[in-house]
């Protein structure tokens, strides 16, 4: 680790002195950002990257979304906690604003990066993964994707509670909250950490676990959000699963699909999902710009185990909903992977928005909230140039839910941050991608404020206003949402609490501006 002395001995020498460690067609020194990104390079260059420099070039373009590539003054990825921690001093010293990457899955503009008056962080060099042999626990670099995980677990018949796609990231899911194909047996992801390694606002390296004296920390990073701490490992519970029975369907278009698959989709949530917390689903309705105003159906199904043809999920294959293409059959988590990442080459380089829409189980519910969605999206978005759309009414049960505040054997049982009233839902998650061109931006918007307020109008003409649930998922709002309203206000206020021991000066939360900051919470 740098020498913080030499931090104090070079704030002491002329800036032109120091400019001679840097590459030479760096100008004027005169930002905040800019001094903090000379010392940092003088003193850990091969950590220190700036904008004409490959390693620069991909962390600031290889996001989610495209909205989030605003070019920081300099990208500072360390390997080791230590440097991460001497960083956060330098950046304090100099009042240098910065922002924290993960695998940048987050489609916030500035919630995981910041434009050239500040400094990126970025977990990019924390690429290790280790198996501990007798615990047979897992430390999870937060550079890692969850396709990284499940690869390096496959050869010993081991998995994690992580992400369901393989090319989501590591750390912004997990202090999220996290849903995995097994969370309906365990819970959120975050329901299955044992440890975090994290730094401190003041620099200093501790690990938090769910009884130490930082149990706290580990409690709020378990779905709270950015505004405690930067995490440099994740040590995860694995569990023994060499096979799960898993697949993409599709259905085709048309009104008797549509008919069966909203059948298929609340038949599960109200049983397939509280029968068997082994069954999940992702089903999909998709629409965009090249689809000439109709819909077409797909559904990811999980089974955990090698039964391909499982009670729960026999009304999403024929004679209820007949599917054109299936490829559902058991493998290991990082061979589907291999399938279902290859998908997302088609969504490189645009924009994407995510939105939430919450309702408890109810079936008139999900019609109204699904044709609504529809008669708005294609007049709406017919000004732009490419765009496409996922609706996708998650089934999420009591089971899931209860995971983490009922000891079942597994996991965390103490509560967790987001305190989600255990019931049965369909967390309706909206994704929408589209061109790179900035000034989508407040068209996409203004369609999802009026869909969301015409859902909530039509449910209330129809006596339905109580199925709308408060509760929004972390990882899966928009920013104008209103976040913190949905948790419980004794969890916001202990959060409020544990941010202020923490990080009394507030730098993750003023310094460190993009996240969600539960400082924010109106309580
Ligand atoms: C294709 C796709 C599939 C998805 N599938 C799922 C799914 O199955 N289940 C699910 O629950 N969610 C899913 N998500 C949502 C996903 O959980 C979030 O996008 C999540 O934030 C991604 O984590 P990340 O590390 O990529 O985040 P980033 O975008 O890098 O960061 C998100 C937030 O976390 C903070 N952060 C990042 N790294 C650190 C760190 N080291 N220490 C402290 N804070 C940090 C950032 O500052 C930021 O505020 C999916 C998203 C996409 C795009
Ligand atoms: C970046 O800029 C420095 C200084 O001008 C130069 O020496 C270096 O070759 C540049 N690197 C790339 C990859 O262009
Ligand atoms: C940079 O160099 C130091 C000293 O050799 C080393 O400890 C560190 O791991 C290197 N890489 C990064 C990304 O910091
Ligand atoms: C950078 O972001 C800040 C905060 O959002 C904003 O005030 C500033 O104008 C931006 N600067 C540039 C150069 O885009
Ligand atoms: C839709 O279902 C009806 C009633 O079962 C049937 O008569 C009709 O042929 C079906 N249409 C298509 C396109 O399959
Ligand atoms: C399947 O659908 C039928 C109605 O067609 C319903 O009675 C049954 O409960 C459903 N099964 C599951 C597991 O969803
Ligand atoms: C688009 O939809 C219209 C109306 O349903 C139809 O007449 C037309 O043939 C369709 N075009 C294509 C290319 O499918
Ligand atoms: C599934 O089948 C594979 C291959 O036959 C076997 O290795 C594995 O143990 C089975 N898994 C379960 C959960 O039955």
């Known amino acids: 680790m740098p020498s913080f002395i030499a931090l104090a001995s070079a704030l002491l020498a002329p800036v032109a002195v120091l400019s001679g460690l840097l590459p030479s067609n760096a100008t004027l020194i005169n930002t905040p950002a800019q001094e903090a990104c000379h010392f940092l390079y003088s003193q850990m260059p091969n950590a ?12 600031n373009t290889n996001f989610w979304s495209q909205a989030s590539a605003l070019g920081p003054a300099c990208d500072f990825a360390p390997s080791c906690a230590e440097d991460l921690g001497w960083a956060v001093k330098v950046l304090k010293h100099y009042s240098a604003p ?19 008056s500040g400094v990126l962080l970025s977990s990019s060099g924390f690429t290790h993964l280790n198996l501990e042999p007798n615990s047979k626990n897992v430390h999870v670099g937060p550079a890692n994707h969850w396709a990284d995980v499940y690869k390096g677990l496959e050869p010993y018949g081991l998995t994690v509670v992580g992400g369901r796609l393989g090319v989501v990231g590591v750390p912004g899911f997990v202090t999220g909250g996290g849903i995995s194909f097994f969370s309906w047996q365990y819970g959120w992801a975050s329901n299955n950490l044992v440890s975090y390694t994290c730094v401190l606002a003041d620099g200093s390296v501790v690990k938090a676990t769910p009884t130490n004296k930082f149990a706290d920390l580990f409690w709020a990073l378990r779905g709270g959000g950015n505004s405690y701490a930067l995490v440099t490992d994740i040590e995860m519970k694995t569990y023994y699963k060499p096979a799960v029975t898993i697949g993409q369907a599709s259905y085709g278009s048309g009104s008797n699909v549509s008919k069966a698959f909203i059948d298929a989709v609340h038949n599960f949530a109200v049983y397939g999902q509280t029968d068997d917390a082994k069954a999940s689903i992702i089903p999909i309705v998709n ?6 105003g109709s819909l077409t159906y797909t559904a990811y199904r999980f089974y955990d185990g ?17 599917t054109l293409t299936d490829t559902f059959q058991p493998r290991s988590m990082h061979q589907w992977t291999l399938e279902s990442d290859a998908a997302f080459t088609q969504t490189k380089g645009l924009r994407e928005r995510f939105y939430i829409i919450p309702l408890y189980v109810d079936k008139q519910a999900l019609q109204i909230a699904t044709d609504t969605y529809f008669e708005m999206v294609f007049s709406a978005l017919s000004s732009l140039e ?13 089971r899931f839910l209860q995971a983490s505040t009922h000891s079942n054997g597994h996991g965390v049982p103490d509560g967790d941050p987001m305190g989600a009233e255990p019931a049965n839902y369909y967390w309706i998650e909206i994704a929408l991608s589209y061109a790179n061109v900035a000034e989508y931006e407040p068209i996409v918007t203004k369609l999802l404020q009026n869909v969301d307020a015409k859902i ?19 990882n899966d709002v928009d920013e104008g949402q209103a976040l913190w309203e949905g948790y419980p206000k004794a969890n916001v206020r202990r959060l409020q609490r544990i941010r202020d021991k923490y990080d009394p000066e507030m730098v993750f939360t003023k310094q460190m501006p993009g996240g969600w900051k539960v400082a924010d919470a109106k309580v």
């Open 386 to 398: 490419l765009w496409f759309t996922g609706w996708s009414p998650i089934p999420v049960s009591e």
């Open 48 to 59: 220190t990257h700036f904008p004409n420099q490959s390693f620069y070039i991909t962390d």
């Open 287 to 292: 629409a965009g710009s090249t689809s000439n």
């Open 306 to 322: 090698n039964n391909t043809a499982p009670a729960a999920l026999k009304n999403f294959t024929a004679p209820s909903l007949p």
């Open 98 to 116: 910065f922002a924290m990457r993960g695998g940048g899955h987050m489609p916030i503009a500035g919630f995981n990066n910041i434009n050239s």
């Open 456 to 474: 909530r109008t039509r449910l209330q003409a129809a006596g339905l206003e109580d199925k709308v649930s408060k509760f929004l998922y972390l």
